[in-house]
């Protein structure tokens, strides 16, 4: 059985940083493309930032410059570093995974993961 675990949610104040962890198990961790997406009351969920298996990555760009995204393969995790965070951030923050390749245009397609964790709420005050 897959499992993708989020954590390092929490509340902070704007311009704070949280870095959130997903660790992945019952699969091949260092095959999978990994990405963060997020969701906001009455929002769709979207895109926030990807990495390949081969380590490559594509961002939003209303995170881009504040918004990092790393893997370790030997711990089956992947990390989101999120820096000089907006209360516009304020979302569940969900990791996701997929075998399959991920084409460049599509890397923000919640379609393409099939792999999904439960969410790790980030709360931003103003």
């Known amino acids: 059985e897959v499992q993708l675990v989020e954590s390092g949610g929490g509340l902070v104040q704007t311009g704070g940083s949280l870095r959130l962890s997903c660790t992945a198990s019952g699969l091949t961790f260092d095959e999978h493309s990994l990405a963060w997406f997020r969701q906001a009351p009455g929002k769709e969920r979207e895109g926030v930032i990807y990495?390949?298996?081969?380590?490559?990555?594509h961002s939003a760009d209303s995170v881009k410059g504040r918004f990092t995204i790393s893997r370790d393969n030997a711990k089956n995790t992947v990390y989101l570093q999120m820096n000089n965070l907006k209360p516009e951030d304020t979302a569940i923050y969900f990791c996701a995974a997929e075998w399959a390749t991920i084409y460049d245009e599509d890397w923000n397609k919640a379609s393409e993961y099939e792999y999904w964790g439960q969410g790790t709420q980030v709360t931003v005050s103003s």
């Open positions: 990495i390949s298996s081969e380590g490559g990555t």
